[in-house]
């Protein structure tokens, strides 16, 4: 299968190739091995699924690998916009703002956060920025500079306990965040937020496992492909009854796209097993909600939380109680990661569109 692409106008896949492979006659309770007859060039594809259906052909379940990387997926979305601009920095006395063509990025000097994005001559803002970058431990700065790097240009922010933030403009237009965080010890989670108006999110495209939302003892049960969910605000055990619900955690996602009511913003990693958390949601609602939730309302993570249960109305907090998969995460070592931002539409050149505007208007010339 060849998965849509973020700029499709669809969701789901494109199947390239399908067979049918023999199953094995296999006892209750042995094992066997199925020959799939892939052909010769099936690593060139996105994915590859299998069905097993009953001896009546009714499905029983399908299995979906994920074949490309995250990086090939990333190269494969850069090679999409075609279009090059010289990229520069101009900077006042609290701000480096990177500028591409119309767009512009502010950085602040004192923390080294995303204060704006303008994406237009006009000054058109969209309003995605973060308060924080980590998710764990304080934001003190040590340093921030600002330098080339071939076409690109750089903003390099260290952190007092060590944790680094590299911004990079690209000439195509993508904005790239290079982070760097050592964490030990046990936590619900670990990341980068930011921070985005939830009630100017119309819906969400992503590559990833879904359609559902997950948990770190609920991840069971969701396949790989590019899922697409209008925004709704569905608490399991109240109405309305939307389903699959838009906010929560989101597991092994390539990439995601927030279609806004200021544009659209899409988010992606050059790296393996990522989390997605959108906005504010919790397992269990009360006076105070549970688990308790990263800063900021969109969050790119490492690390998720588990959850509890509730008895009667004693709630559980004591996750550990459920076994190994219910603890904390176990956190020790240096995590590294690279997000690219693409806001808005890209031009990509020859590409069908719907409507292509005659050379003589006959209805106004």
């Keep these: 299968m060849k998965f849509k692409t973020p700029f499709s106008s669809e969701s789901g896949f494109n199947i390239i190739k399908t ?13 066997g091995n199925i020959n799939l007859n892939l052909p010769a060039n099936w690593k060139e594809s996105d994915a590859l699924s299998l069905t097993a259906t009953d001896p009546f052909g009714k499905e029983i379940y399908t299995w979906t690998w994920k074949i490309a990387s995250n990086d090939e997926i990333s190269k494969q979305f850069q090679k999409s916009l075609t279009k090059e601009f010289p990229v520069s920095v101009v900077e006042n006395d609290s701000l480096f703002i990177l500028k591409s063509e119309e767009k512009e990025f502010s950085i602040g000097k004192k923390d080294g956060l995303l204060k704006s994005v303008i994406l237009d001559k006009k000054g058109k803002k969209m309003t995605f920025r973060n308060r924080y970058v980590f998710v764990n ?14 076409k690109n240009q750089i903003i390099e922010v260290t952190y007092k306990n060590g944790n680094k933030i590299i911004w990079k403009l690209n000439p195509d237009g993508i904005l790239e965040l290079n982070y760097e965080y050592a964490l030990s010890g046990d936590y619900s989670f670990a990341g980068v937020s930011f921070d985005y108006p939830e009630n100017y999110v119309i819906s969400a495209k992503w590559l990833g496992k879904g359609a559902y939302h997950v948990w770190k003892n609920r991840t069971q049960g969701q396949t790989y492909n590019v899922w697409q969910n209008l925004k709704n605000s569905t608490r399991t055990g109240s109405s309305p009854w939307i389903y699959p619900e838009f906010k929560g955690y989101f597991d092994d996602v390539s990439w995601v796209q927030l279609d806004t009511a200021e544009g659209k913003i899409t988010i992606g990693t050059k790296e393996e097993k990522m989390f997605v958390r959108l906005f504010d949601f919790y397992g269990i609602y009360g006076a105070e909600g549970y688990p308790k939730l990263p800063t900021g309302n969109i969050s790119f993570l490492d690390a998720i939380p588990p959850l509890g249960t509730v008895l009667a109305f004693n709630i559980n907090d004591k996750t550990e109680s459920l076994g190994r998969e219910s603890e904390l995460n176990h ?35």
């Design 331 to 365: 956190l020790n070592g240096i995590f590294k990661r690279t997000l690219y931002f693409y806001f808005g539409l890209p031009d990509l050149g020859d590409e069908k569109k719907q409507f292509t505007m005659p050379e003589v208007n006959i209805l106004t010339d």
């Design 19 to 31: 067979g049918k492979a023999e199953s094995p006659n296999i006892k209750p309770a042995e094992k």
């Design 137 to 150: 431990g304080k934001m003190e700065l040590f340093s921030v500079k600002s330098f080339a790097e071939g």
